[in-house]
């Protein structure tokens, strides 16, 4: 056997203990991947289900459903007096807990409703006609300050075909202060669900 | 032997470099961020598009705003303090509004300008007209201590940033000792006058 012969036998069959180390190396990185994610079968994503006065607390904000309430004048008319309808108001004790400014508007957006008995969705930009924080005897602000506790009122106009609600359902979604696909500047980006708040709507 | 020991040592070596070369790079919220300039309470502070000179800063339990006929308002509260920084501001090449005053505590949170009206940031400054008057900033009482103003052109955009553009930073000379004096001694309310022309 030549030189070059024992050289290409050497290349050409790779030592067992060199398959052993593979198979163990792949293995033993799988297991520390899997393991602590809960193995290999896909995690069950289980979003907790809380009733009016019970806290939940996302990566922005903190949030705890104070009242409920059918009403049939507009509690926060935006111009001139209140006009009658029906109107879902909503109000809550929120606090910031990221690291900058951020508004009801932003709050009102990581909030999906559902009413029962249609189980219809409110249209949480379209069906909206007012978000505030309730201060000195107004809801005219908007700004949610980090670490300052405040009491926000959300009102919804219940579309005309829908019956009177009876009960809210409330999924907040999370925000997440990250990079995004579009810009690699970091901003607050929608996150997973948080929490689901059933309500009972009051008159 | 001796040879893979130096192997792992270089290997080892590498990864380390590596690891702080990583961190050491800056992300890209800092590589966009505006360009400061920094200063103090009671000196001009200078950029490409705008200057800036903080003169006070009062903490305040309640504010009461001046309206243009110089009648004062009802009581305007917070959860936490008003804290108002009087301040004089000068565009010098064009238009400018400073609406991206914020104000930047020690534990990195920062505080827009409040949204109440008629204040130093809802106003557009012409070139070579100075103009004084308040910036309104509502914080917790805890959080006074060490706070620094920070100034953009706007607030819009990705962040909150002003890609690259000008900024002022002003320490407000806010120490544990004068913050806490300020407090001790901080007005139940505050009449904030009106943003004037100079």
Redesign the interface.
């Known amino acids: 056997m030549t030189s070059s012969e024992r050289s290409q036998g050497r290349r050409g069959a790779p030592k067992p203990w060199a398959v052993i180390t593979a198979a163990v190396f792949v293995l033993a990185t799988t297991l520390a991947l899997a393991w602590p994610a809960g193995g290999l079968e896909e995690a069950e994503v289980e979003v907790p289900r809380r009733r009016l006065g019970e806290v939940s607390a996302g990566h922005r904000f903190t949030i705890v459903p104070a009242k409920v309430s059918l009403l049939a004048v507009d509690p926060a008319p935006a111009f001139g007096d209140a006009k009658p309808g029906r109107f879902l108001a909503v109000e809550l004790r929120v606090e910031n807990i990221g ?3 951020a508004t009801v508007r932003d709050l009102a957006q990581d909030l999906h409703l559902t009413v029962s008995p249609s189980g219809a969705t409110i249209d949480r930009f379209k069906d909206m006609s007012a978000a505030g924080v309730i ?2 005897g107004a809801h005219t ?3 949610l ?6 009491r926000v009122l959300l009102v919804y106009t219940v579309p005309r075909p829908l019956p009177d609600p009876t009960h809210l359902k409330i999924t907040m979604r999370d925000s997440e202060y990250k ?1 995004g696909f579009d ?5 607050w980006r929608p996150g997973e669900d948080v929490v689901i708040y059933d309500l009972e709507v009051g008159r | 032997m001796r040879r893979t020991l130096v192997a792992a040592a270089v290997a080892a070596a590498l990864f380390a470099a590596n690891v702080a070369v990583q961190r050491a790079t800056p992300s890209p919220d800092q590589r966009y961020a505006p360009i400061a300039s920094r200063g103090g309470t009671g000196h001009q502070v200078d950029t490409t598009t705008f200057q800036l000179r903080v003169d006070r800063v009062q903490p305040a339990r309640t504010i009461r705003m001046t309206d243009p006929y110089g009648l004062v308002r009802e009581p305007r509260s917070t959860p936490g303090i008003w804290v108002v920084v009087s301040a004089t501001v000068a565009a010098t090449t064009e238009t400018f509004q400073a609406q991206g005053a914020r104000l930047r505590t020690r534990a990195g949170l920062e505080y827009e300008a409040s949204s109440v009206l008629d204040t130093l940031d809802k106003v557009t400054l012409q070139p070579g007209i100075p103009v004084y008057g308040p910036l309104l900033f509502e914080i917790p009482a805890r959080d006074l201590a060490g706070a620094v103003l920070s100034v953009t052109r706007h607030a819009d955009g990705a962040g909150g940033l002003d890609v690259l553009g000008p900024a002022v930073e002003v320490d407000l000379g806010l120490s544990d000792a004068y913050a806490s004096r300020l407090l001790k001694e901080m007005p139940s309310s505050l009449t904030v006058g009106q943003v004037r022309e100079l």
């Open positions: 690291h900058d400014t201060r000195d602000r908007d700004q300050h980090p670490r300052l506790k405040e990079e810009s690699e500047l970091s901003r």
